[in-house]
T-cell receptor, first 114, second 113 residues
């Protein structure tokens, strides 16, 4: 099974600033995803990070707010831009393992915006 | 994606079996039934999945109704470590535009010593 690490594990940021979250996988994977989990809520998919092309965003999420990079098959970043307190959430990356169709999740990045 | 319905919460005693139900009456013929769980302060982890037949692995068993409109995740002997939110998710095996997981509210399982 894939092992995923995220940096930072948590951060407290001021409104109006940006934070970049890193996701590192210990093996090459085709599919990587970024999710958001707001306090007390379930997970919501932000986007699919595509290697070598632009990310595919879900309804309600835009590239200007959540730019994503995927430079290779083991690494991705998510930036939360121009943050507001409403962006306070846990951000998780996940990868899809084939052919088992199982997703593995990172430990998450807990973001608090003041 | 077809929708699933789960109870908000359940309680169990330690070392007793737990049956977590999931209703998915609008399931399509190509939907797999996946279960993930999220332990406190961790990312979700895969538990089990199946299509039509019952499935067993080292973590749990999955019992799927004959009409596939419901399923039950079975933990044979609950431990305190099994306290988590359990998510029942349908995934279309033919869906090739990202293979995303759509999380519902899940069932919060509490295990009493």
């Amino acid at each position: 099974s894939a092992v995923i690490s995220q940096k930072p594990s948590r951060d407290i940021c001021q409104r109006g600033t940006s934070l970049t979250i890193q996701c590192q996988v210990d093996s090459q994977v085709t599919m990587m995803f970024w999710y958001r989990q707001q306090p007390g809520q379930s997970l919501t998919l932000i986007a699919t990070a595509n290697q070598g092309s632009e990310a595919t965003y879900e309804s309600g999420f835009v590239i200007d707010k959540f730019p994503i990079s995927r430079p290779n098959l083991t690494f991705s970043t998510l930036t939360v831009s121009n943050m507001s307190p409403e962006d306070s959430s846990i951000y998780l990356c996940s990868v899809e393992e084939t052919p088992t169709d199982t997703q593995y999740f990172g430990p998450g990045t807990r973001l608090t915006v003041l | 994606d077809a929708k699933t319905t789960q109870p908000n919460s359940m309680e169990s005693n330690e070392e007793e079996p737990v049956h977590l139900p999931c209703n998915h009456s609008t399931i399509s013929g190509t939907d797999y039934i996946h279960w993930y769980r999220q332990l406190p302060s961790q990312g979700p982890e895969y538990v089990i999945h199946g299509l039509t037949s019952n499935v067993n692995n080292r973590m749990a068993s999955l019992a799927i109704a004959e009409d596939r409109k419901s399923s039950t995740l079975i933990l044979h002997r609950a431990t305190l470590r099994d306290a988590a939110v359990y998510y029942c998710i349908l995934r279309d095996w033919g869906y090739n535009a990202g293979n995303m997981l759509t999380f519902g509210g899940g069932t919060r399982l509490m295990v009493k010593p």
